[in-house]
């Protein structure tokens, strides 16, 4: 009974310190698991705004008088769980440059990061 409870309480500490670990340690997780950006590469534009023309949300701004603008971005972690994650940003301009409205940030998937960086 007391080795049981002895070997339990081990198997814990364990696991509460890798989790310490892997969440509060700098690259500890991407070095163990590997890199969603290793495997995917960040589109080289990435940060920067570009216009969306060619999509047919595009046209149905430009038609309103609007030009829609998208871009990825890397949202760095927050917290004690937090992961690194790549957002696709949206956001509506009048001619004179000013931003009318934006979409709710949404996460990019990985087909859509290789379809940019290519």
Do not use: H, N
Not at 27 to 33: C, D
Not at 37 to 57: I, M, N, Q, R, Y
């Amino acid at each position: 009974m007391t080795i049981a409870l002895y070997v339990i309480g081990l198997i814990a500490a364990i696991a509460i310190y890798l989790a310490v670990v892997f969440t509060q340690v700098p690259g500890a997780f991407e070095e163990r698991f590997g890199k969603l950006f290793g495997v995917t590469p960040l589109p080289p534009d990435c940060g920067e705004w570009k216009a969306d023309e060619a999509s047919s949300v595009g046209m149905a701004a430009r038609a309103e008088g609007l030009r829609r603008e998208v871009r990825f971005w890397v949202d760095e972690p927050g917290g004690a769980l937090g992961r690194r994650r790549v957002l696709r940003q949206v956001r509506y301009v009048d001619a004179g440059g000013q931003v009318v409205r934006t979409e709710p940030d949404q996460r990019a998937t990985r087909s859509e990061l290789r379809q940019a960086s290519r």
